[in-house]
């Protein structure tokens, strides 16, 4: 079906910022793509992440899709902006249809910077994503005087995905604020959940963080920032029936318990070919 | 052999800068690594260019490179901004060395941006290089007030690889400045020859081209800008026996004469591995 959103994450996180675009969008189509089979990609080479993000845009723009949210933090900071720059400008040469693929980093950034606020900006996010140094560069892009702290949750998302209990994600949560809080010797005036799935863990940041301050909702602002990019691009306005297909490239039945706990729900995953390394 | 100077280019195209590199630092210890077997680039896929000068910079560290010139504008203005800012900071975690990847755009951008002169630079290149827009950008960036014509030489580096006649040569590059001209309307002040085949036509370019054209020297610009690096950067200042060695994926017996034209003598080229796709 033509003229479908795209949207694609590594795993199960992306199905947080997936929900919020379905609730924001309800009568529009939407195909949901997880590389549950050579998730996480935190980890990986920037070169594989790289690969397969653009594996998994192949796949998305075969099965009709002509604009794509990468809902997974550490292929929109690794990947992105080559693939608009680079790769994007001849595939829609090639195949004379417009398309374009808009990640989950940038929305947050906006929403983040927005105002005349001062202070600290804190990111809490996965190790390849503080690697690349995304967020400090384009937070400094748009507001040169804010300070940035970030801090690498080295095992958070793991064990998100694991589904581990409350009180051991409590105490990892609880390690990773003090550590930044220790740093800065001062509370940030704002923070940033850079990583999908830490919306499953987001009132445990709140309650390990000073009161008063401001968390970005990364679903919602990937959300709102979506909605401007289709009013300001008309080109991407068909395919309006409501329909809902969600692919992964693979995962055992004892996961789906995940899927719940990411959606709200269960879903009716169809196993899909592609991207490998 | 720790600290040499790593020299890499599709084919050979790169020994016109190589040639000026070794001529500029006679006492450095340089390696070239030619992939001919996967030449020419300008034609292929971003990814697939992406993915072989990652593997020829793994291919030149592994010699004991810890600096490496991409002498080819391809690679240059698609993969070398990826890789300084997603693949180098992770490799050079990896392995504890300071390494860096330096390519041959910037340094001709940097010439020809240079002092207040107006008008319009005119860029040469192949298709892959002028799509990629990376000269118009990094032009406007120095200089917002200068013009610049891209004009794409479909056929030009593949007629000068495969040791064409003069007089074809010569209508080729007729062909395409009369098509630069004939849309700009006046000449252009610069030009800029993107592709490092070209400086073997330079002379056919200076006879199209108006009298007083200044015509960046590609080559020359690379090794002034090597030279300004390694003043700034004594971390790479090592490995001074005046060693050189060249590598290639492979190449037929026939196309020796090529590496006379581009050299201006015999190689004994070693044929190596890698990268692939």
Redesign the interface.
Known sequence: MEGMIGVFDSGFGGLTVHRALVDAFPERDFLYFGDNRNAPYGGR???EV??LT?GAMERLFAEGCTLVVIACNTASV?AL??IQ???L??RR?EDGVARNVIGVAVPTIEEATEGEGGGVIAVFATRRTV???VYPLEIGKRRPGLAVEQQACEELAGAIERGAARGELRGLVDGYVGELLGRLGKAPETVILGCTHYPLVADLFAAALPAGVRMIHQPAATARALKGYLARHPEYDASCGGARRWLSTGFPAEAMPLVERFWGGGLPFEVSAGPGV
């Open positions: 080479p920037p070169i790289l690969n653009c690794v902006r080559w720059q680079q790769w400008p001849v040469r690697e690349s140094g």
